[in-house]
């Protein structure tokens, strides 16, 4: 078996002998009877928890549990995004973090998620907007954030086919973050699973968690469809399922689980090059490097396990998109499908210990997960490592809704569907 | 029989039969392919008459640049995609293959330059030992600046296939909604025999089918149905359903999504095979379509065999080759090999012979097949190859041969000019998993079929596996039947159809061993079997990492064409079976649809209504300025001749407001009206104010929170009545507020007697505010209602009569700090409201106000209005913690006290003023302690509202500051970075105009 | 999906909007543990797999509150009821209290 480094060598080498030197980017793992820390879900979060772990914590016996494939979750299905332009202390040095971690992804992984900072542009369409674009562009500056309020020429230049001369919310300007961007969303799962596996990581798909066990108040293992496995500490990171698998253990979440539609068109030509934002609609676009427009829009707005939407919000979708460029009318949608969404009470994530000891929760990504997932395995590696929370993940306490300290970056409060 | 292009009036199309087909021969149109002008036939499609026309060569791939041609005669066409029509309306990426033509067509190959006979991006053929599945995730690293730089936009550039429109679709789009108790999707015989079986009773049917012509492959196939052509009873069916009142057939029409609640999606090509769409008729049309039953009637697609070379032009599925004779009587080539694993391969050698072609070898994988077949084969002439299989093909842009194993483990080769191959086919299930449903495999049809069918759907034809066409008359009579009892109807007994079973025998066959040359999965994507043995290498074995890893199935087609065939071959490499290897989930759509379509009219300016207020049409008479608030166009302001910026308007107006009297139109705030005999009680729990011991003719301000203590929206509360109030929201919350009103009088407390109605449409409200605004009323209000200070105090509320006798309400309300008054009439007397206003000012040199003077005035009064109440403040960092009761239940009362929100560290609201008057302030600013670095940890606060102040001769803000109301008299830092502003700002009180409010009072 | 409206009929889901969990109850203001039970009630949801009591508002319609039940793994809705008609019958009237 060879887990080549990948190099221009490797692949010209490779490429000679008909690419039959190349091994499992990850070992088909066997579950061990006990681990230092087992990861429960195996999508983005859990593998890059998992890389983490091993890279800077270690040595520890790490395992990730996945009850089907690897980055069959969210880091599978979304719409690629990645940028650090929020609003709220909690969050921006979070998702800073994050940004910055996705800058050096390839080399840290040796594997090429094609992190693209081509741009992220949200347009504002009022005086009131672009003010609430200018605080925000400000706290990002603040902390060392790069963001840049443009005026509607300057947009103009940057985005010439938008809609100006005809729209029912005339474009004013736009708050861009040049650093923002996408990323091949199925690579990062991969990358951090491979990177993962070669710092010793277990990676065991189709093994499902059925429960927990305690002694007291203490974790000291999991039950899964292959059997029990032991453990130390034990982080979930499953996302969607995060009400589910809580229940396992006794705990009601601030959570409800909401079904995200996300779009592709047909494969075009080069026809949008960084990532657009609809102020006055659910519309946001950019383009993948295989040429399909991605698209997306609101929640569908009721709680949901099914990863499948509805058809009036494909419609309120393309509404804003034909309202924004209605260029794009002869350009065909190709797939539609939905993601679970584990939308917490306040539109923020929770990076914590759970009341169980030994126990630890990483959830409630709403649609932010995907371009958090660096940062999210960082700090939680962090967590379960040391117990004490990462000091740019300190704000997200599971208590802090008991407390009184929401992070609520809309100012939508308790309803999950708004955020 | 038929001989190829000998016939009159095919003009000069070499490879139209001389009879045959359902084209309509008497009619000629001529389009465009690359430049070079064709002719067809009215009925062809874009694909059947470029093979009219000899026309092999049609596209480029997307990885390798490969040469490609016409695979299918469908929508599954991997292959055949062009740009079809110019400037505005070119659509990239069409098929070919269900294109119609029409006179005048423009039709351009994809993805090859600088012409498609001559690509230089071919010799990516050549280095395709390197660009294999995933060899992106592998290099292109170093250095990673040259990532964005260099390697991506190479990258995006060789990617995609054609090039969208850069101008905006000039056509339109329309949207229905209709019911069905049957829904028949698909025109095929089977859905033919379900349709005429459930439109004999009364229940409402409709029959969608993607093509021009309904019949399916019961016509393409030329079999013949009671004795007769197929397309014959086809006709007559047609006929009985076209004029039957209860039935709705749209052809042209694709169900391209299963829904909940028995909702499909489908998308009617209304126009596309007209040069333009009529006047008044859109290019097509979104059905949304609720069947209480739907039968499923989508037929099959044939597979094609992965063997080398097989996506070379003329390399094509046989059930194609028979479509295109049958249906459109025209030959794709003249000397074939038909490469098989299935008895349908026999059906396409009679087919060919019948045509004129000549049919070198029937090739078939099995090593026994039927002496039926034997004998077909034999009468054509053909060569019976059997146990043998095609490894490769020969040609450049065209088949010109093949290399055959044979069963003795031969090699031969075999001159061609067209390969006909079928591997199987696969039932079109998708629309049964679009809900979730996974299909099961079957073993001896050696294809998916659908498995648990969501709720009311029931199958037909080839989808279920009937892939004869005797089988498809019976199953279809049977399904429509049982649809249309399950709906509710009296079935009526419906004769089944006659029609001969033919042999549906199949053996595995999914890829050549050793191809000779490359050999392609999927098509499009450019996937070959060599990919899926490298995916399986690296551990990508789970299906959808297979997919993912590779591509496959992610083109335009969703690998119709080629998904079972990848399982099948991943299955063969791991040993496993294809059911233990997994299935792939297809995703609405069925087949890709216009994003104009799934829009409709609501676009551009149409995107969503436009709420104009009362006085909208005297404002636009008068050159008003407006602006959009949420869906409202709200006067901004009204800029008079003279006037050189819209700073100089609003102070104008301002000081009018200030010194004798304006008019603002503030209908767009939310009107609630409440009644019941508990509505006291109601209020008391939605405000956090005490508004029990409010009198009648009385208003009070109010604050309502959200259950977390964030407060959620203001306004004033006006008590008409014993148990009659009247509340106004904000603008942007009055949905919200009737919503979370209804929720608290149905929800929370159905006990309570309260009625809840939103009034905001009903009643137009003018604000009339200045120290003559009692002056100017006293013109409009009838002589027996007293508005004097001492009869109408500050905070007084009457229902009064203007202009003689109008039924009106009078509030004395003041958001401006001058007296003022709100007065309402009933929505229809609005704008002769607003005008009667205008005109009994002028004496009083009264002028209209707008939304920016509005805001001016509040923010020199110090009120909170949206940027403050931004769901994320409380009562007290507004300044309304005084307000708030502690004695009463309301909403918010509990959470409100939590530690984080009544932390005296918030920011809390104050009143800003540049230390240099002369420079202007902006909101979004965030302020700094005057000698603190601009760093996160220094933030204390922002600026959420700022106005040029004519009282004060200089721009004032307020904010959210940090303890702020303990600092009045620093002076602080309003940080603006992105708009390169760094102020020096003195925090002072929030009210700027008249703070002891003594003209309010008048 | 479609909501059978006990009022409308059955309509499509985009007149309606979903506003959460019908099964957890306000709790009383003065209880001694009504901070505790307010931040329970507000924020924790068990969220399980099957069956939810939903409220949905027919915001496009009649303006009506109703509690749905709905297999949030299916979307299959099994009841519609006026949500004022569920709420008294499970806080038997009790004007005194106000």
Not at chain 2, 256 to 274: I, K, P, W
Not at chain 2, 789 to 815: H, M, Q, W
Not at chain 2, 899 to 913: K, M, N, S, T
């Amino acid at each position: 078996m060879s887990r080549a480094h990948y190099s221009i060598f490797s692949v010209l080498r490779e490429s000679l002998r008909g690419h039959t030197g190349w091994g499992p980017a990850w070992r088909e793992a066997e579950p061990k009877p006990d681990y230092d820390v087992v990861i429960v879900g195996g999508g983005g979060h859990g593998l890059a928890t998992a890389f983490y772990l091993a890279k800077h914590h270690g040595p520890l016996r790490i395992a990730v549990l996945e009850k089907g494939w690897i980055g069959g979750g969210n880091v599978g299905r979304n719409t690629t995004i990645v940028r650090s332009n929020y609003l709220l202390p909690g969050n921006i040095p979070f998702y800073e973090l994050s940004m910055q971690l996705w800058e050096g992804l390839e080399h840290e992984l040796n594997y090429n998620a094609m992190v693209s900072q081509r741009g992220v542009l949200n347009l504002y369409h009022s005086d009131g907007q672009r003010d609430a674009f200018a605080r925000r562009g400000n706290a990002m500056r603040l902390h060392g954030v790069d963001a840049e309020l443009l005026d509607q020429a300057a947009v103009r230049k940057m985005v010439p086919f938008l809609n100006f001369e005809n729209g029912r919310f005339p474009i004013h300007g736009g708050l861009l973050q040049r650093r923002g961007g996408t990323v091949r969303h199925d690579a990062v799962a991969w990358g951090y699973a491979r990177a993962a596996d070669r710092l010793g990581v277990d990676i065991i798909q189709n093994c499902e968690v059925k429960g927990f066990k305690r002694e007291g108040d203490r974790i000291v293992g999991v039950e899964t469809t292959r059997g029990y496995i032991g453990a130390k500490k034990v982080g979930m990171a499953v996302a969607g399922s995060s009400s589910r698998v809580a229940a396992m253990a006794g705990l009601r979440l601030p959570i409800e689980s909401h079904v995200l539609q996300a779009f592709v068109s047909e494969s075009i030509k080069p026809f949008i090059d960084g990532v657009v934002t609809f102020g006055a609609g659910h519309f946001y676009i950019s383009q993948s490097d295989k040429g399909g427009l991605v698209f997306g829009g609101d929640l569908d707005g009721y709680n949901s396990y099914a990863q499948r939407g509805n058809l009036p919000v494909v419609e309120d979708v393309l509404e804003g998109g034909m309202a924004l460029m209605p260029r794009i009318g002869r350009v065909r949608m190709l797939r539609h499908w939905g993601g679970i969404m584990d939308m917490s009470m306040d539109g923020s994530p929770i990076i914590d210990h759970t009341p169980v000891s030994g126990l630890y929760i990483n959830a409630g990504w709403c649609y932010g997960g995907f371009k958090a997932t660096p940062a999210s395995g960082f700090c939680f590696a962090h967590l379960i490592a040391h117990d004490q929370p990462h000091a740019v993940a300190k704000a997200y306490r599971l208590d802090r809704f008991a407390t009184g300290h929401a992070i609520d970056e809309k100012g939508m409060g308790p309803h999950p569907n708004l955020h | 029989m038929a001989t190829p292009g000998q016939g009159s009036g095919t003009g000069s199309q070499p490879n139209r039969l001389e009879t045959g087909g359902l084209v309509d021969r008497s009619r000629i149109v001529r389009f465009t392919f690359d430049g070079k002008t064709y002719t067809g036939h009215p009925g062809d499609t874009l694909a059947s008459a470029l093979i009219a026309n000899g026309v092999s060569l049609t596209g480029r791939s997307f990885k390798y640049h490969r040469p490609r041609g016409i695979l299918s005669a469908g929508s599954e066409e991997p292959n055949a995609l062009v740009e079809l029509r110019e400037g505005a309306r070119r659509e990239p990426n069409t098929r070919a293959t269900v294109a119609e033509v029409f006179d005048g067509l423009v039709a351009r190959s994809q993805n090859r330059w600088p012409s498609l006979d001559f690509d230089v991006m071919a010799v990516n053929s050549l280095l395709s030992p390197i660009f294999v599945a995933g060899f992106y995730y592998k290099t292109f690293m170093w250095p990673s600046a040259l990532w964005e730089k260099l390697y991506e936009p190479a990258i995006r550039r060789a990617a995609g296939l054609g090039r969208a429109s850069d101008e905006a679709d000039p056509d339109t789009y329309d949207k229905a909604t209709a019911f069905a108790d049957v829904l028949v999707i698909g025109g095929g015989t089977a859905g033919l025999a379900a349709a005429l079986a459930a439109a004999r009773t009364n229940a409402r049917v409709i029959l969608v089918d993607e093509n021009a012509t309904l019949g399916g492959r019961g016509v393409d196939d030329g079999a013949d149905i009671n004795g007769n052509p197929a397309h014959e009873w086809v006709r007559t069916v047609e006929a009985e359903l076209s004029s039957a009142p209860n039935v709705r057939i749209l052809r042209r029409t694709t169900a391209f999504g299963t829904y909940d609640g028995g909702t499909y999606g489908a998308v009617e090509r209304v126009s596309d095979h007209l040069a333009v769409a009529a006047q008044g008729v859109p290019r097509q049309r979104l059905w949304r379509i609720v069947a209480k039953e739907t039968v499923l009637a989508s037929g099959a697609t044939e597979r094609p065999v992965v063997f080398g070379g097989n996506d070379r032009p003329g390399v094509m599925l046989a059930g194609a080759v028979r479509t295109y004779i049958n249906r459109f009587g025209v030959l794709p080539g003249r000397r074939a090999v038909v490469f098989t694993n299935n008895d349908y391969g026999a059906s396409t050698v009679a087919a060919l012979k019948r045509a004129g072609a000549e049919v070198v070898a029937l090739v078939d994988s099995r090593a026994q097949i039927s002496d039926e077949v034997k004998r077909i084969a034999s009468e054509a002439g053909a060569r019976l190859l059997l146990g043998a299989v095609v490894t490769g093909t020969l040609g450049k842009k065209r088949v010109t041969g093949v290399t055959i194993h044979t069963r003795t483990g031969e090699e031969e080769r075999l001159d061609c000019d067209l390969v006909a191959m079928s591997g199987g086919w696969n039932p079109n299930i998708q629309l049964t998993t679009h809900l979730g449903s996974k299909p099961t495999w079957n073993d001896k049809l050696l294809c998916f079929l659908p498995g648990t069918l969501p709720h009311g759907m029931s199958l037909a034809g080839a989808v279920a596996g009937d892939f004869t066409l005797g089988k498809t008359l019976v199953g279809g009579t049977s399904a429509g039947s049982a649809a249309v009892t399950a709906a509710g109807y009296a079935a009526v007994s419906v004769p089944v159809p006659k029609a001969a079973d033919e042999s549906d025998a199949v053996a595995p066959l999914w890829r050549v061993k050793s191809p000779n040359g490359k050999a392609f999965v999927d098509q499009q994507n450019d996937v070959t079997e060599s990919d899926i043995e490298l995916a399986e290498r690296e551990g990508f074995r789970a299906v959808e990492h297979l997919k993912r890893y590779t591509t496959l199935g992610m083109a335009t087609d969703q690998g119709r064409t080629a998904n079972v065939n990848a399982l099948a071959i991943m299955a063969e490499i791991t040993g496993r079976t294809i059911p233990q290897t997994g299935i792939t989930v297809a995703r609405p759509p069925y087949t890709p649809v216009s994003l104009g379509t799934l829009a409709g009219h609501h676009r551009e300016k149409h995107f969503k209504p436009t709420r104009l207020p009362p006085s909208y049409r005297w404002a636009k008479e008068n050159g008003c300025v407006f602006v959009e608030t949420g869906l409202w166009l709200r006067p901004s302001y009204f800029p008079r001749p003279g006037e050189k910026d819209w700073l100089e308007t609003v102070k104008r107006e301002v000081t009018t407001v200030r010194n004798a009297v304006g008019i603002c139109d503030v209908s767009t705030l939310g009107k609630v009206d409440l009644q019941g005999a508990d509505t006291a009680a109601f209020l008391d729990r939605i405000y956090m104010n005490g508004l029990k011991t409010l009198p009648i003719g009385k208003c009070r301000y109010g604050g309502m929170l959200r259950e977390d203590g964030i407060l959620m929206d203001d306004g004033t509360v006006a008590r008409l009545g014993e148990n009659h109030y009247f509340i106004t929201t904000t603008t942007a919350n009055a949905v919200k507020v009737v919503q979370h009103m209804e929720y608290c009088a149905q929800w929370l407390w159905p006990e309570l007697d309260v009625q809840i109605v939103s009034a905001t449409e009903q009643w137009a409200q003018y604000a009339v505010a200045g120290p003559k605004s009692r002056e100017l009323l006293q013109k409009i209000v009838d002589p027996a209602f007293d508005i004097t200070d001492a009869g109408f105090p500050y905070l007084g509320v009457g229902e009064i009569t203007v202009c003689g006798g109008i039924k009106a309400r009078l509030f004395r309300l003041s958001f401006s700090g001058e007296r003022a008054y709100e007065i309402g009439v009933p929505a229809r007397y609005g704008d002769a409201l607003m005008r009667r206003l205008a005109e009994a000012g002028k004496e009083f040199g009264a002028c209209a106000y707008g939304t920016e003077a509005l805001g001016v005035m509040r923010i020199e009064k110090g009120h909170i209005s949206g940027p403050e109440l931004n769901g994320t403040t409380t009562p007290r960092d507004v300044g309304l913690g005084g307000m708030v009761s502690t004695k009463k239940d309301f909403i918010g009362h509990v959470l409100g006290k939590r530690p984080g929100l009544v932390d005296p560290e918030r920011p809390a609201l104050i009143g800003f003023r540049p230390l240099d008057r002369s420079q202007r302030l902006r909101s979004g600013a965030h302020f700094l302690k005057r000698d603190a670095q601009a760093t996160a940890e220094n933030d204390e606060g922002y600026m959420t509202s700022v106005a040029y102040s004519p009282s004060n001769g200089h721009w004032v803000g307020l904010g959210l500051l940090k303890r702020g109301p303990e600092r009045i008299g620093e002076i602080v830092r309003a940080y603006d970075p992105v708009r390169g502003g760094d102020t020096l700002v003195e925090v002072v009180s929030p009210v700027f105009v008249d703070p002891e409010g003594v003209r309010v009072r008048g | 999906m479609r909501i059978a409206c006990p009022y409308c009929g059955e309509r499509s889901l985009d007149e309606f909007l979903y506003s959460g969990d019908a099964t957890v109850k306000r709790p009383d203001f003065a209880s001694p543990t009504a901070a505790n039970e307010f931040v329970s009630y507000t924020y924790e949801r068990s969220n399980p797999p099957g069956m939810h009591r939903e409220l949905w508002y027919h915001s496009a319609g009649c303006h009506a509150w109703l509690v749905v039940t709905r297999g949030i793994a299916t979307h299959a809705i099994t009841s519609v009821e006026v949500a004022r008609d569920v709420a008294l019958n499970e806080k038997p009237a009790t004007k005194d209290s106000i």
